[in-house]
C-alpha cells in the first residue's frame, strides 16, 4: 500500500513538473499561463506555419508540424518565452491540379498577425516575436512588427521580426549541401523533406516509400526566371529531394533554432 502511494505521489510531482514547464500555450490552463507570465515567461512566440502541397512525399501540413517543434524548441532554448499556437495558413494560393493548398492573401496575413499580437499584448506579454516557416508572408511579418512596435514601444512593449529562423537559416544550409555536393533543391527538396524525416519520420509525415522518386521540376535560384525549354514534371518538387536523411534533417532544425535565439537575443539585449 505504501509502494502504491508513493507512486501516486511521485506521478502527481512529475505530472506537476512538467505542466510547471510547459512552454506551449496550447497546452496550459489559464491558472498556469498567468503564473508563467507573472513567473517572468513575458515573451511571446508567434511562429506562421502553412497549408501546402508538399511534393507527393510530404504531408501538406508540413509547415506548420515543423513550425510548431521549432517554437517549442526555441521557447525552451530562450527560458522566458511562451510558443503561441502556430498559424496554419501562409501568403500562398490554391491551385486544383496540386490539391492542398489554402492561403490568405498578403492584407489578410498582416492583419491576422497584428490582432494575434495585440491580444497577445491584451493577455499579458511584453514582448512579442513575429517568425514564419514559409516565404510568403515574410515582407507582411516584418511590417506588422514595425507597426506595433512604434505603436506599443513607448508603453514597454516591443514587437519584433525573427527573419532568420528562415531566411539565413535556409540561405546557410542551401550553401552547405552545395559545398558538400548535395544536389540543389527548394521546396519540397532537400532542406524540407529531411527536416520532415527527422522531426516526423515515424508519425506519418513522410512517404518514406516515395523518397526514392522525389525528383522534380529544376530549381530556380532567388530573383531566377524559369527556363521556358526545361521539362516540368510538375509535382510540387523543385530540384531532387532523393537524398533527403534524418542527419540532414537535424542539421536544418538545429540550424534554425540556434539562429532565431541568437537574433531574438540581439534584437532584445
Not at 506562421?48 to 506548420?64: A, C, K, L, M, S
Not at 513522410?206 to 530573383?223: C, E, M, Q, S
Request: with cysteine; hydrophobic share 40%; charged share 20%.
Amino acid at each position: 500500500m505504501r509502494v502504491a502511494i508513493l507512486s501516486v505521489c511521485l506521478l502527481s510531482v512529475c505530472g506537476w513538473a512538467q505542466t510547471k514547464n510547459s512552454v506551449d500555450l496550447e497546452m496550459m490552463t489559464w491558472p498556469e499561463l498567468k503564473a508563467a507570465i507573472q513567473g517572468g515567461k513575458t515573451t511571446a512566440l508567434v511562429y506562421n506555419g502553412g497549408t501546402e502541397t508538399r511534393g507527393p512525399q510530404n504531408v501538406n501540413g508540413g509547415h506548420t508540424l515543423m513550425a510548431h517543434a521549432t517554437v517549442i524548441s526555441i521557447a525552451e532554448k530562450l527560458g522566458n518565452a511562451i510558443a503561441a499556437p502556430v498559424m496554419p495558413f501562409s501568403v500562398n494560393n490554391g491551385n486544383a491540379n496540386l490539391p492542398g493548398t489554402i492561403g490568405l492573401t498578403g492584407p489578410a496575413f498582416a492583419l491576422v498577425n497584428e490582432q494575434v499580437s495585440e491580444q497577445l499584448i491584451k493577455n499579458g506579454f511584453k514582448t512579442v516575436i513575429l517568425m514564419g516557416d514559409h516565404g510568403g508572408g515574410q515582407k507582411e511579418l516584418g511590417e506588422v512588427a514595425k507597426k506595433l512596435d512604434e505603436k506599443y514601444s513607448g508603453k514597454g512593449i516591443r514587437v519584433v521580426f525573427c527573419d532568420e529562423v528562415y531566411q539565413k537559416a535556409n540561405g546557410d544550409f542551401d550553401k552547405w549541401l552545395e559545398a558538400n555536393h548535395y544536389p540543389i533543391s527548394s521546396h519540397a527538396g532537400i532542406p524540407d523533406t529531411s527536416e520532415m524525416l527527422y522531426l516526423g519520420g515515424d508519425k506519418g509525415w513522410v512517404r518514406k516509400d516515395l523518397i526514392a522518386t522525389a525528383l522534380g521540376d529544376p530549381p530556380r535560384k532567388p530573383g531566377e526566371t524559369r527556363d521556358p525549354n526545361a521539362k516540368r514534371i510538375n509535382n510540387g518538387i523543385q530540384g531532387d529531394a532523393r537524398p533527403s536523411t534524418v542527419e540532414l534533417g537535424k542539421r536544418i532544425f538545429d540550424m534554425r533554432v540556434a539562429y532565431a535565439v541568437d537574433q531574438i537575443h540581439r534584437l532584445l539585449p
